[in-house]
Each structure stands twice: as structure tokens, then as C-alpha cells.
């Protein structure tokens, strides 16, 4: 008798036509803009909307789930998503990765000490080893680079305080706590800034 074990495969892969279909359709431009750039001179006010141009595919289909089950909670995403089917799910992930990563042109630092000690808390927690050695993100790890600042700090906060978490291998809360708001003022203020 021999014991069959399913193995794991990956999804299947999205149409990044139908995912653009499907944001115009789900009104996500209205916030993350049409190029999935959501900059304060673009549509988005709110600072706390993230870019989603060039994150990871499975990065942007893991966070659309855990909207959509709960596991993580926004007042305007979660009724977004609801009606969301895993194939709409598939197609806006491979949408979003397959934009280019914003190209915002960088402004001068006005807070160069903040550079400076967020690089420094970056290489200290070795932020590299989840999120790519440029910040670019990795499979459903987020990329960080050319991140909007005020996103970043609330991201850090809400991982810090519990409000947000994270399923997987590693957490970010064991990452952030020993992170004072110093420190992740300073290191949201450093991986924003990268290109």
C-alpha cells in the first residue's frame, strides 16, 4: 500500500489584462491610482493608501485574502473585496507586479539624520533578508522602495500594536518590537526614499 501525499503547487498564474480590467472595474484607481501609484499629487489624499505598482504577485493576493477573510481589517477595503473571486484576486496581482515601480522624482532629504539611522535600523534587523537586498519585495514579502512614507510609519505602528499581523514564517511584530517611534519614523523615512 502506498501513501499518496498531495504536492503543493502554485496558483495558477493571473492575466495582468483582466486584473487591469478589474481594478477599473472595482474602482481600485480611485485610490491607487491607474497606474497603481497613489501619490499625494494623484488621486490619493489619504497618505495611508500604499503604492501597489510593481508589489510582488503574491504579495498583493495574499493581502486582497486577508482583507476579504478578515484577518486583516480596513473600513473601505473589506467591503472592496468582498466580492472578490480567487481568480479576480490572481489576475490583480499579476496586474499590480507586472506595472513599473513608481519613479517618483526624489526630492531633496529633508531629514538626512532620519536617513541615516533608518539605514541604520534597516542593516541592524537585516530588513534585506525578507524584503529583497533593494527593498523590492519577494514573493508575498512587500516592497518597501518608493513606498509612501506615511504608509510605511502606520504599517510599522499598526504591526508594533498588534492592530495588523502577519501569518506566514516571520513576523513583523517580533521585527518592530523592540522598535521605538524614533526608530520607525526614521526607517519608514529610509525605505521610502529608495528607487
Known amino acids: 500500500m502506498s501513501l499518496v501525499i498531495p504536492v503543493v503547487t502554485m496558483a495558477a498564474e493571473g492575466n495582468p489584462d483582466a486584473g487591469k480590467a478589474k481594478a477599473e472595474e472595482a474602482s481600485c484607481n480611485g485610490c491607487h491610482g491607474a497606474d497603481g501609484i497613489a501619490t499625494e499629487n494623484g488621486l490619493s489624499i489619504d497618505k495611508n ?5 510593481a508589489e510582488p504577485d503574491l504579495y498583493t493576493q495574499f493581502q486582497l485574502v486577508y482583507f476579504r477573510t478578515g484577518v486583516r481589517k480596513n473600513e473601505l477595503m473589506t467591503p472592496m473585496v468582498e466580492s472578490l473571486s480567487n481568480e479576480d484576486i490572481r489576475n490583480l496581482g499579476a496586474f499590480y507586479a507586472s506595472v513599473a515601480a513608481p ?24 530588513c534585506t533578508n525578507c524584503h529583497g537586498d533593494h527593498y523590492e519585495g519577494v514573493d508575498n514579502i512587500a516592497r518597501l522602495a518608493g513606498q509612501r512614507e506615511d504608509y ?15 501569518v506566514g514564517a516571520s513576523g513583523m511584530a517580533e521585527v518592530v518590537y523592540p522598535l521605538g517611534d524614533l526608530e520607525m519614523k526614521a526607517l519608514a523615512h529610509y525605505t521610502s526614499r529608495l528607487r
Do not use: I, M, W
Not at 493608501?49 to 505598482?53: Q, T
Not at 526624489?106 to 537585516?126: C, I, R
Open 49 to 53: 493608501v500604499p503604492n501597489l505598482a
Open 103 to 126: 519613479k517618483l522624482p526624489l526630492s531633496s532629504d529633508s531629514a538626512p539624520d532620519d536617513t541615516e539611522l533608518g539605514q541604520k535600523v534597516a542593516q541592524a534587523n537585516h
Open 152 to 166: 510605511l510609519y502606520k504599517a510599522l505602528c499598526d504591526f508594533k500594536s498588534g492592530a495588523r499581523t502577519q
